[in-house]
Each structure stands twice: as structure tokens, then as C-alpha cells.
């Protein structure tokens, strides 16, 4: 795929995705719903685009069918699961989410729009995820304000084109994604919904799945995190000069930019590991692959969602 037919392809699915206006009601008509399996995984099926999705939805230990709870979604790395990726990152556990839902939506054979090895359009994906947001609303006290989505490798390299969609991303407050394989990118397909869109950003040096230095892929050509990071800042009107700090000996350096609006501060930071691997970073070992890092990536995502609300 040439870089002009890509832009060209990826410009057309966030022009031509969906019909429907954003979601503006505020509250949602699921309140109210009991349910019967409190802090424990629940399988889903839904339709979406002609065909059958699935994904995977945990509910706090105390769910109250009255509360309006945060949610946050999890997008699995190619060649998993919703399961695989919660699991994994167990995300679930009262430590990182004990007041939030959290979703963990399936792929179709694993794997996520945006790379050539994917088995779906972006328009599909997208309208997934709208589906789900749908179906959410229908049956669970949600508050649509705070709506977030982390991610890992294929996974997080959605978000980026889920970001860019100003329809279905414009539904999200923040994203957090690990070890990102962004394909979708240059900036040319890229309309965000609001000027500032929140990103906490995860790599490694040691990544070779998806290289700090960008390159070719397994799906395509990638950008280098550091030429992401430049979109981002200049979309978000950060400039790019960011502040950094480092941690453990200098081998961990967290970079924080000051971007413009009433949710500017802070709105686009990113962690840098020397030594990490293709990993979510968490402090426990994991399943995809590799020691446990110097950063937990599960409480880093979650406080730094709780600092943003999705504007009216």
C-alpha cells in the first residue's frame, strides 16, 4: 500500500463512518439495570456491520445499577483476544479499576484495522466501537463524559485512528497506548474532534516489533515515536519542547507537554524505557512477553484519565 492510497483510504473512512451525530445526552438509559456478575468477566455478542463482534465487559466488585461509572476500553494486541488483553494486563483488579467498567473488545481473527495483516476496515472497527458505546448505554450506568480506551501494540495503534475520527473518537477523553504500531498515520487522514486530544504514551527502546525509530513493520511502514509525538504536539498546540524527567539510574524519562485549552496541562505525555521490549509495562510479569518493566502502565493510564472529561 503506497502512503498517498493510504492517506487517501483513511480519509475516506473518517469522512464517511457513521451517520449518526455524537452522543450529547449526558446520562444514559442502562441505569437502573441489575445485573449478576459483579467483578467478574462477561462475554458479549453483539451485531455490527452485517456481522457478529464480540467483547468482553467487567463491572466494579460494588456496581450500583444508579452510579454513573467511568469506563475504559482495552484494544489487544494482533493475534489475541478482549480476554488475552485483560488478563494480561489485569486491568481489572480493584488496584487499577475498582471504579470504573471496564470493555475489552474482540478483533475480527485478532487483530485490529489500520496494518495490512488486519482482517477489517477502519469503517468496520470504527463502527464497532460505536456499536459497543450504543449497547453500553442501553444497559449499564455509564457516565459518557468519561469514556477512555488504553491499548497494546495493534491495539494501541487503533486508538491513534480511533483519535482521529472526530465521530467515534470524539466520544473518548483520553487514550493510553503501549508500544504502538501507528500505521494509520501520517497526519494527512488525520481529523480529530476537539483540539485537544489527551495521549499518554508508552515504548520502549528495546522494541523491535515496533522500533522507536520507526520503519517497516510487520503491517506496513510506521513513523518513529518520537515524528508521533511531533503530530500530537502540534495537533494539541503543545509546541515541541516538552519538560522531561528521568527515573530509575536514567533509564526511565517521562516527557510532559503544556498544550492549549482548559485541558491543556499535561495533555500529552510519554514514557520512555531504554530497556524495554514489545511489553505493556507493568510491574508484574506478563503474558506479552518480558520482564516486568520500571513503570506500571495500569495505574499511569488510570490517573492520568481521571485528570480529563470529555467537553460538551
Known amino acids: 500500500m503506497n502512503r498517498a492510497w493510504a492517506i487517501a483510504f483513511v480519509a475516506f473512512a473518517v469522512s464517511s463512518v457513521l451517520g449518526a451525530k455524537p452522543y450529547a445526552d449526558g446520562d444514559t438509559s442502562g441505569c437502573g439495570i441489575e445485573h449478576d456478575f459483579w467483578g467478574l468477566p462477561h462475554h458479549l455478542d453483539i451485531e455490527s456491520s452485517g ?19 467511568p469506563v475504559v476500553f482495552g484494544f489487544h494486541g494482533a493475534g489475541t483476544s478482549g480476554h488475552y488483553f485483560d488478563v494480561d494486563t489485569l486491568l481489572s483488579l480493584p488496584l ?23 482482517h477489517t476496515t477502519i469503517k468496520q472497527d470504527l463502527q464497532f466501537v460505536w456499536d459497543i458505546l450504543a449497547h453500553l448505554r442501553a444497559k449499564y450506568c455509564i457516565n459518557s463524559a468519561r469514556v477512555y480506551a488504553a491499548g497494546f501494540s495493534n491495539g494501541a495503534g487503533f486508538l491513534d485512528t480511533l483519535a482521529c475520527n472526530a465521530t467515534v473518537g470524539g466520544e473518548f477523553a483520553a487514550f493510553a497506548p503501549a508500544a504502538g504500531v501507528y500505521y494509520t498515520e501520517p497526519d494527512g487522514a488525520c481529523k480529530p474532534a476537539r483540539n485537544t486530544t489527551p495521549f ?20 506496513g511502514k510506521l513513523p518513529s515515536i518520537e515524528d508521533w509525538l511531533d503530530l500530537w504536539a502540534d495537533r494539541n498546540g503543545c509546541g515541541n519542547k516538552p519538560t522531561q524527567s528521568d527515573f530509575e539510574e536514567g533509564k526511565v524519562h517521562h516527557l510532559s507537554y503544556e498544550c492549549k485549552g482548559e485541558q491543556g496541562k499535561g495533555a500529552l505525555q510519554h514514557w520512555r524505557v531504554d530497556d524495554m521490549g514489545h511489553v505493556w509495562p507493568a510491574k508484574h510479569p506478563n503474558l506479552s512477553g518480558g520482564k ?10 488510570m490517573q492520568f484519565f481521571d485528570q480529563f472529561v470529555r467537553p460538551a
Open 51 to 69: 456481522q457478529k463482534r464480540s467483547y468482553y465487559i467487567h463491572l466494579p466488585w460494588d456496581y450500583d445499577p444508579n452510579h454513573h461509572y
Open 96 to 118: 487499577f479499576s475498582s471504579s470504573k467498567i471496564m470493555i475489552y473488545p474482540d478483533g475480527v481473527h485478532g487483530t485490529w484495522a489500520g496494518p495490512s495483516y488486519a
Open 200 to 219: 499518554l504514551e508508552f515504548h520502549g527502546m528495546k522494541d523491535t516489533s515496533a522500533p522507536y525509530d520507526g520503519g517497516k513493520g510487520h503491517g
Open 292 to 301: 516486568p518493566a520500571h513503570i506500571s502502565a495500569g495505574l499511569l493510564a
